[in-house]
């Protein structure tokens, strides 16, 4: 049985950046890049937190509520990204197939993009045929050279997710922009981690 939370005290405006986890526990957070387990190599987030704008995050409870209807639940990698920590990823990897180019900034830094995996009922990740972050050719939505069971999991991936308003980043698997994202402003605040 999983528990879900609402908090509904006051109007919030939809561009307004909230706590995912003020919203809906059902969603797992595997933040990586508050962790050294990342191609930075270094904890650059402080502390496992994941901000959003309020109307992507309510898009995707409506996604994890379809993926507990299968059995799964949304795992998430990243998602709200200061442009400092974008200006830093792109120095290590500056090409625009994996990294957003800071110049512009990523959907991550308007708090309209999430890094995503599915989990099973005993937490246990879905077979998405890499890893997080591999920068890669087999990490894109087109490529075909994998198992049948990784094909079908990213293809649930990418329906439900559609279906709930989100875009696909073709190079990456695990990347999901909400619709209309990129119009909203790049923002570069730091949570406090106390």
Known sequence: MFLVVFCHSQEIADTTFVNIQDYDKNIVLDMKYATADNFLKQNVYGCEVCFLRYKTVKK???ANKDFMKKGFRIKIFDCYRPLDIQKKMWVLVPNANYVANPARGSIHNRGCAVDITLVDSNGIELDFGTAFD???PESAHNYEN???IVLENRKM???????NGF???ESEWWHYNLKHGVDENLANFKWNCN
């Open 60 to 62: 995707l409870i409506e």
């Open 134 to 136: 591999h920068f890669g």
């Open 146 to 148: 994998l198992p049948e």
């Open 157 to 163: 991936l990418r329906k439900i997710m559609k279906k």
């Open 167 to 169: 875009r696909t980043f």
